[in-house]
């Protein structure tokens, strides 16, 4: 089992910046690779970044490129997502996943492990 704890939502205005963290306990933390999504109220969960399990490689839907970026501590067993420049777009549960699969995945839907999810409100 792997528990996931996300943390560092809340609310800030347009433009202005949040990091998000998600803690994994349980198991070796680099064994696996993480995700972060986000799920808007009447929206389906899509898929913002995702790291490798070593952290060399990163990936990013198009909407937040340029603007947010995907770390991790395998030492602290921590993930983060530093998001800046927000908009009101961005307004959403974001959920921390994981899993351990051979290679990096986009689809939500693959990913064995969540969190619990952490709001994040920007307001215009």
């Known amino acids: 089992q792997v528990q996931l704890v996300e943390s560092g939502g809340g609310l800030v205005q347009a433009g202005g910046s949040l990091r998000l963290s998600c803690a994994a306990s349980g198991r070796t933390f680099s064994d696996y690779f993480m995700g972060w999504f986000r799920q808007a109220p009447g929206k389906e969960r899509e898929f913002v970044a995702v790291i490798s399990k070593s952290g060399g490689s990163t990936n990013y839907a198009d909407s937040v490129k340029g603007r947010f970026t995907i770390s991790r501590d395998n030492t602290k067993n921590t993930v983060y997502l530093q998001m800046n420049s927000l908009k009101p777009e961005d307004t959403a549960v974001y959920y921390c996943?994981?899993?351990?699969?051979?290679?990096?995945?986009?689809?939500?839907?693959?990913?064995?492990?969540w969190g619990q999810g952490t709001q994040v409100t920007v307001s215009s």
């Open positions: 996943a994981a899993d351990r699969a051979l290679r990096t995945t986009t689809n939500p839907k693959l990913y064995y492990y």
